[in-house]
């Protein structure tokens, strides 16, 4: 593990160190599993303070790069839950159930609210008429991953407001309550950092990259029910795709 | 424009302001070309000094997040360059063209290496033999959009190390030096900061989030001809998706 420090740089030494740390994982120098050098070694090698040591592991604690483990050292720690592009659409409820990863959705928010222009233009509603307002806060064993924002058509799929969505697919409640299947989704995806009010939720500093997919389900072209936004938490989501050439 | 500070918190007052701005253009409460507020209004509205209001909209530049245009003000400036990840296969050169985005790509490395055991089993090569490394900077409107880092298993195309990479679309150039098709890829995208390394060469801020492919591409099953990694610079890549239930 060799780490630059540069102590007359005005960027803290924490930082640095963390920096470093973080550019060898993603150099590939170090990689899932391995452990860092313990906090001693990190402070004789690089001749810091241990709270100087301890601070720039922090910062990578709380990005989710590494992990600590009681008694056996800190750890490299990368992704590892996947969703692939290329299949049917599938819920991520339904993309973590077939891999067999156990989680539990926990309702944050739960209203119905008048919409806006772009909210009315989105589910093909009047603006100023209700929609449900739904915000969920999913974990994959104990770890906040993903934050959940739905907007749905209520007159297509009518008494979803009064359903209690702790531990429940969305996709399938949709389903049963509009007597349809779902048709399609049109989806995109981008990198942003998390912001204060998500990182809030997620316990996650504001700068923490994570991936935004925006996501419009159809039950027809021309009968969008669902307008939402998931929020995942960067370094822990892989999306994947196999494409065929010509 | 609202913006919440609090004087008294251990957190810069201008990283206040720029995390208040973001989180306005991720909630659409700021969207796509919408002005800010002048540094006049701000440092008024808030009780700051005009180097305050500065530093926060210096963060917010450097993400890319906003845009200055002389004379007229700070506007937001979103994601603009889109890549399907359902059509056929495609480079992301090809993938601007076809939007009619024009680019440079500038060659930061091009040399022959001796394959690690990792980049050896990615390239069905031996251990120790050489591969090509070939690292690229692609701008589009003189925005320096991505890091291209690609692996080239140079027995399947001869010659590809003598080629002249700026301006050159690589997935045309292996077709044609190994005079036959692309069959396939997979690749795998994640979000990630930029780190230190990647970040100057980009410049960007080492905490800028990011778009990260990983990508395996093969002329068939058993013929991996290229491993390589592409840096999207967030908040300016877009994937897209359509997909398909049952």
Redesign the interface.
């Known amino acids: 593990m060799k780490i630059d420090i540069d102590k007359t740089s005005m960027i803290p030494v924490y930082e640095q160190i963390a920096?470093?740390l973080?550019?060898m994982m993603?150099?590939?120098s170090l990689q899932d599993g391995d452990r860092l050098d313990s906090e001693q070694k990190m402070c004789r090698n690089l001749s810091v303070s241990r709270g100087t040591v301890r601070k720039a592991i922090d910062i990578l604690l709380k990005?989710g790069m590494v992990k600590k483990i009681h008694g056996k050292g800190t750890f490299v720690s990368n992704?590892n839950v996947?969703y692939s592009?290329n299949?049917?659409?599938?819920s991520f409820a339904e993309s973590l159930d077939n891999q067999h990863l156990s989680y539990t959705t926990q309702v944050i928010q739960q209203e119905l609210r008048p919409a806006n222009a772009?909210i009315a233009d989105m589910l093909k509603i009047p603006v100023g008429s209700q929609y449900l307002y739904l915000e969920r806060l999913r974990s994959v064993a104990d770890d906040k991953l993903m934050l959940i924002e739905n907007r749905i058509n209520i007159t297509l799929c009518p008494g979803i407001e009064k359903v209690n969505f702790n531990n429940i697919s969305l996709f399938n409640k949709i389903e049963e309550l509009a007597d349809r299947?779902?048709?399609?989704?049109?989806?995109?995806?981008?990198?942003?950092?998390i912001?204060?009010?998500?990182g809030k939720i997620l316990e996650l500093p504001?700068?923490t990259?994570?991936?935004?997919m925006q996501q419009a389900v159809y039950l027809s072209e021309k009968e969008p029910v669902e307008y939402g936004s998931v929020w995942?938490k960067?370094?822990k989501?892989?999306?994947?795709?196999?494409?065929?050439?010509?």
Chains 1, 2 share one sequence.
């Open positions: 920096n470093s973080r550019d993603y150099g590939g990005e992704p996947e592009l299949d049917q659409l599938m772009k299947k779902i048709s399609f989704a049109r989806s995109t995806y981008e990198a942003l950092t912001g204060t009010e998500r504001p700068s990259p994570a991936l935004k995942l960067g370094n989501y892989f999306l994947t795709t196999t494409l065929q050439r010509r």
